[in-house]
């Protein structure tokens, strides 16, 4: 028994560690480095999207990162915030409505939002987050970038997520050549931001905001 409770207190900082690189919403590598191209690439991902839902809502970017550090994940704060945008709501008051009813679909009718504000799609996603979340980054990708819903259809069936796609249009190229040489070894996203100039986040959000439409506003 003895052991027993010896090695299990030995691997007690070993989960609560597991546990906390898991829930810690941080990076060891912030910028490109050459001798180990793909080292910032999770970070380069992450802030691309945090600066994308930071430019197109307005929001401190600091607020977002603070959110994912607590364990709220992408997805929800991509449907919190498009609904206070929608509902003209603060995202707090969005998010107390959330939390007392565990349902987009009641935050919906308790705002006033009907099909006609959001979209007959966005009422059927309501149930299912993950899905929602993307339907709305497609919608966004679609105002922002000269892209349309057949080529994100597409660009979703090969293989690519919402973060790869924000980052790709980004880069101004065509997303799944992109993804590609990523995937085959052949580049990193860090290479590909740092021979554009983009070699850390303020320059990734910057280049956002230049590039931000006035419908956008």
């Not at 691309?48 to 709220?72: C, H, P, W």
């Not at 993307?134 to 966004?140: A, E, M, P, S």
């Not at 070699?199 to 590039?211: A, D, F, P």
Request: charge should be negative.
């Amino acid at each position: 028994m003895k052991l027993i409770l010896s090695l299990l207190m030995l691997g007690l900082p070993l989960v609560v560690s597991a546990e906390s690189t898991i829930n810690c919403h941080c990076f060891q590598s912030r910028t490109f480095n050459h001798r180990d191209s793909a080292a910032a690439d999770p970070y380069f991902l992450a802030t691309t999207q945090n600066s994308f839902i930071s430019v197109i809502y307005n929001i401190d970017k600091r607020e977002l990162v603070k959110a994912k550090m607590s364990g709220t994940s992408g997805s929800h704060l991509w449907i919190l915030h498009d609904v206070a945008a929608h509902s003209q709501q603060p995202a707090s008051q969005v998010e107390t409505i959330h939390s007392a009813s565990g349902s987009w679909a009641e935050v919906f009718k308790n705002l006033g939002l009907n099909t006609e504000d959001l979209g007959e799609k966005y009422w059927q996603l309501s149930s299912t987050p993950e899905y929602l979340a993307d339907h709305i980054v497609d919608l966004k990708l679609i105002e922002y970038f000269t892209t349309t819903s057949a080529d994100l259809h597409h660009w979703h069936n090969k293989g690519l997520n919402r973060k790869e796609l924000i980052l790709s249009l980004l880069l101004d190229g065509d997303p799944l050549n992109l993804y590609n040489q990523v995937n085959s070894g052949m580049k990193t996203w860090g290479q590909l931001l740092y021979e554009q100039g983009l070699r850390n986040g303020g320059e990734i959000s910057q280049k956002l905001k230049n590039l931000k439409p006035s419908s956008a506003d």
